[in-house]
């Protein structure tokens, strides 16, 4: 770890980060006695509605970029201009990964799943105050916490990612983990994305040391976010499983 960055913003994130372990929601996602009909159907709801949360995503790292060079940061802005290209079309995934596992569901329950349906569902509110704190970062006086922001949602990814993709195996089998492409890809690649966003986020705080603190709760703020959106899609899927248990 970088000297500042663990001095001056590692102690900023831990509460945010410790979540993954303690809130409730994730413990119930990653329980070996989770119903495995709940767990698909969260799946389900999970990369259907995350494509709301994704598509977006290059737009916010170049136009970081942009807001970067405006304040002096120039090697910054460029390193997460050519950043953004890689990011292009992820939501994409997300879809795909939706319409396979509703393909999957459809052929074993009822009532069949409608993908357009899913993709048209009104965003909770967990997911427009994550678009929101975007916005409000990148338009604002600190765009680098927007830096954070990636930083801490790729240790979702690394953190969260393998624990879930071993849970799906052991309780929907292979062929439903194998459909989880967007999960798999994040847990690999953004082990590589982390280490980037750690190199700008040091140069940031060698520049700035003041404005740690203020990077990591942005970072912090995305991360409680997420894990309240992940216990969203939680619990709209057992509410929507509860007339089918209610029938048996």
Known sequence: MMELLKKLYEPHTLLARSRLDSDSS????????????????????????ASYMTEPVDGWIRRTGQRCIEQGMERLGQSLITHAKSETGHH???IEDARALVLHWNGRHTPQ????????QTPTES????RQLHE???EGPYPVGQISIEREIGFLAVHFG??????????????VADKLTFLAEHVAVDVGHTLLNEKMLEDAITRSPENARIYA????RAMTTYIRFL???????????APLRAVA
């Open 113 to 120: 799943l409608n993908m357009e349906q899913l993709l048209g």
């Open 127 to 130: 997911m427009k105050e994550y």
């Open 136 to 138: 409000e970062t990148i």
């Open 92 to 94: 994409l995934m997300t």
């Open 217 to 220: 709760e942005t970072g912090a």
């Open 26 to 49: 994730i413990r119930r996602l990653l329980d070996p006695s989770l119903k495995p009909i709940v767990l698909e159907r969260f799946l389900i709801e999970w990369m259907a509605r």
């Open 231 to 241: 216990g969203d899609c939680l619990h709209i899927a057992e509410d929507l499983l």
């Open 162 to 175: 393998p624990r879930m993709m071993k849970q799906v195996e052991n309780v929907l089998g292979k062929e």
